[in-house]
C-alpha cells in the first residue's frame, strides 16, 4: 500500500530562517506528489504539485520542493520564512484518490 | 474559483443520532472525497465518488455512509454517531484526471457527546 512519511509532527524556525520540511513516499511508479497547506481553521489549499515535468516545481508564497527519485523524497523548502508561513503542511502522493501524510506543524518565531 | 461548501463549521450531536454532512462544488467536479482529520494521523479517506450515485471505500469506511444523487453534492452520513467519531470532517472535490488537483472545504468540525 502506498504511504507518504513526513519526519517531524512540529518544526520550528525564526523569521528570516530556511524553510524544510521532509517528505517521502513509497510508490515504485514515481506518482503525482503534492504539497498543501492549511491555516488554522481552515481546509487545506494547494501550495505545489509535481507531475514529472520538470524535478524542481515552484508554488505559491515562495515554496518550492524537490522530486528525487533515488531517495523517493518530495521535500519542501523556503529560503526565508515569514510569520505568516506557520501553518500545518501535508505531503500526499496519488493518482485520483490521495495519500496523505500526517502533517508537519510549521512554527515561525520573530 | 472553484468552491467547495460544507453545511456546517461546527456540529454537536449526541451518541446514538444519525448525522449528515453536506458538501457542495461548483466546478462541475467528477470526483469527490470525504475525509477525516485527527491530530497526529492526518487525513484519512473515509468514501470516494467518481460520478452520480457511484462510491468507492475508502480507507476508514467503517460506520460511515455515503449518499451522490447529483453531481454537485456528496453527503457523508453517520448512522449512529458514536464518541469515536468526534473529528474534523473535510470534502474535497477534483476532475477527473490523473493529478488533477483536490479542493476542500473549510471543514466541519463534529462533536458527538
Known amino acids: 500500500a502506498q504511504s507518504v512519511t513526513q519526519l517531524g509532527s512540529h518544526v520550528s524556525v525564526s523569521e528570516g530562517a530556511l524553510v524544510l520540511l521532509r517528505c517521502n513516499y513509497s510508490?515504485?511508479?514515481?506518482?503525482?506528489l503534492f504539497w498543501y497547506v492549511q491555516y488554522p481553521n481552515q481546509g487545506l489549499q494547494l501550495l505545489l504539485k509535481?507531475?514529472?515535468?520538470?524535478?524542481l516545481v515552484k508554488g505559491i508564497n515562495g515554496f518550492e520542493a524537490e522530486f528525487k527519485k533515488s531517495e523517493t523524497s518530495f521535500h519542501l523548502t523556503k529560503p526565508s520564512a515569514h510569520m505568516s508561513d506557520a501553518a500545518e503542511y501535508f505531503c500526499?502522493?496519488?493518482?485520483?484518490?490521495?495519500?496523505f501524510g500526517t502533517g508537519t506543524r510549521l512554527l515561525v518565531s520573530p | 474559483d472553484v468552491k467547495v461548501t460544507q453545511s456546517s463549521r461546527y456540529l454537536v450531536k449526541r451518541t446514538g443520532e444519525k448525522v449528515f454532512l453536506e458538501c457542495v462544488q461548483d466546478?462541475?467536479?467528477?470526483?469527490m472525497f470525504w475525509y477525516r482529520q485527527d491530530p497526529g494521523l492526518g487525513l484519512r479517506l473515509i468514501y470516494f465518488?467518481?460520478?452520480?450515485?457511484?462510491?468507492e471505500k475508502g480507507d476508514i469506511p467503517e460506520g460511515y455512509s455515503v449518499s451522490r444523487e447529483k453531481k454537485e453534492r456528496f453527503s457523508l452520513i453517520l448512522e449512529s454517531a458514536s464518541t469515536n467519531q468526534t473529528s474534523m470532517y473535510l470534502c474535497?472535490?477534483?476532475?477527473?484526471?490523473?493529478?488533477?488537483?483536490?479542493?476542500f472545504g473549510p471543514g466541519t468540525r463534529l462533536t458527538v457527546t
Open positions: 510508490s515504485s511508479v514515481p506518482p503525482y
Open positions: 474535497a472535490s477534483s476532475g477527473r484526471l490523473a493529478g488533477d488537483e483536490q479542493y
Open positions: 509535481y507531475t514529472s515535468a520538470a524535478t
Open positions: 466546478m462541475d467536479h467528477e470526483n
Open positions: 500526499a502522493e496519488g493518482f485520483q484518490k490521495l495519500v
Open positions: 465518488s467518481y460520478d452520480v450515485k457511484m462510491k
